[in-house]
């Protein structure tokens, strides 16, 4: 498969949709509105969400609008509900954001425990999801990496899982790879890492494990030249993906030569 035939056909399909970018970005903790613009334009990203409880998309009326740099028309505006610590503060703001955006019933769904961690607070979550798939959303659902709360939401009707990597804009990157793998294995919707990419080989470790997609904010807003590491970003998820489709070569305790010298005669 020729490079170019790869980037053609290697689509990611979500909730019927299919995208060719398989990094997802955020809106928040960019320094104004130009700078979001000019590095989500570089990421590549299709799929950009949207903090609703924190950022105007529409519902405060002469304020500086995020829709107005990150059009509709250009990207899959993704409503999340960070900010929120209940079920029923997820759902409602999930309403207003299907309002605002003209029905849209997309969304992310992400429940906090605590304002330290950010940790998911899963009872909630599941509560939520149950709530949100009930009415017609179409929920991708920010959960810990416990592969059997994953297997509720596919169970319930989430569109996809999100398991976090590490915690919310800790930098750590993947620090449980094996429950990942399971999640992967198991799943029977898209799985993407949401959450704890610190830099682009963390991308890449995300999508070498066979992860869908990745989600990420605080990795390109927080560094030094934002613009600049949406397109490392981009890359890396690119290298990842192909790296995991080619598959890796066996790894090996001693050393093997690159040419080998069976049969070669000696003078």
């Known amino acids: 498969m020729s490079h170019d035939l790869y980037q053609n056909h290697d689509t990611f399909a979500l909730a019927g949709r299919q995208f060719q970018s398989r990094l997802l970005v955020g809106t928040g903790k960019y320094k104004d509105l130009n700078e979001t613009r000019d590095a989500i334009a570089a990421s590549g990203a299709e799929i950009v969400t949207v903090a609703v409880r924190r950022t105007n998309i529409g519902q405060h009326a002469g304020e500086p609008n995020l829709l107005d740099v990150i059009s509709p ?22 309403r207003l954001a299907r309002e605002l955006l003209d029905d849209h019933t997309l969304v992310k769904l992400e429940v906090l425990g605590d304002q330290k961690t950010l940790y998911p607070n899963m009872p909630e979550t599941l509560k939520a999801a149950e709530t949100l798939v009930a009415e017609g959303f179409e929920v991708m659902v920010y959960c810990n990496d416990d592969p059997i709360a994953a297997r509720l939401f596919c169970q319930m009707g989430c569109v996809a899982v999100m398991p976090l990597g590490s915690l919310i804009g800790s930098g750590l990157g993947i620090v449980n790879p094996y429950n990942l793998r399971i999640i992967l294995e198991e799943s029977t919707v898209p799985v993407l890492v949401d959450a704890g990419v610190g830099t682009a080989s963390d991308a890449a470790v995300a999508m070498e494990l066979g992860a869908a997609g990745v989600l990420m904010n605080t990795a390109i807003a927080a560094a030094g030249n934002p613009v600049l590491m949406a397109s490392a970003m981009k890359k890396a998820v690119e290298a990842g993906r192909e790296a995991f489709l080619a598959g890796r070569m066996p790894r090996k305790l001693y050393a093997s030569a690159s040419s080998p010298i069976d049969g070669v005669a000696f003078r």
């Open 73 to 94: 028309d250009h990207y899959t505006i993704l409503p999340n509900t960070a900010g929120c610590y209940t079920a029923e503060e997820a759902v409602r703001t999930c």
